[in-house]
């Protein structure tokens, strides 16, 4: 029977685990939430390629270097006084397309207007 607590267990093995198979091709492996009843239980694993300098290569990070190289890894003001770099693009997500990632190690949802504005200064 699976339960919160113990899908906890579960997925702090599944990581530990997850971490040597990364370790070892040199990639980055997450899991992503898990959806689960009593019986049974699934999730979405997403692995990628990291880079040289020890980024990992996302989708959002790849349409980032195709759509718009110059804003990649560029630093902006955010609305909230903190200071953060521009990691990816979302096609798809039109009103937030942008994902930064703040000087407080969080990930902020940023609209088009915000980066144009910090670009022109």
């Known amino acids: 029977m699976f339960t919160k607590a113990s899908l906890n267990v579960i997925r702090h093995d599944l990581d ?12 980055s492996i997450n899991i992503g939430s898990i959806r689960y009843d009593t019986t049974s239980f699934s999730t979405r694993l997403t692995a990628a390629t990291v880079a040289t300098d020890g980024t990992v290569e996302t989708p959002g990070r790849t ?11 560029k630093e902006i003001n955010l609305n909230n006084g903190l200071k953060g ?37």
Do not use: C, W
């Open 63 to 73: 349409a980032l270097q195709r759509h718009f190289p110059e804003y990649l890894d």
């Open 85 to 121: 770099t521009i990691i990816e693009y979302h096609s798809r997500k039109r009103k937030y397309p942008f994902i930064v990632m703040g000087a407080n190690d969080k990930r902020y949802k940023v609209n088009e207007a915000t980066v144009v504005r910090e670009m022109a200064k």
């Open 16 to 27: 530990n685990a997850l971490k040597d198979v990364a370790d070892k091709h040199s990639i």
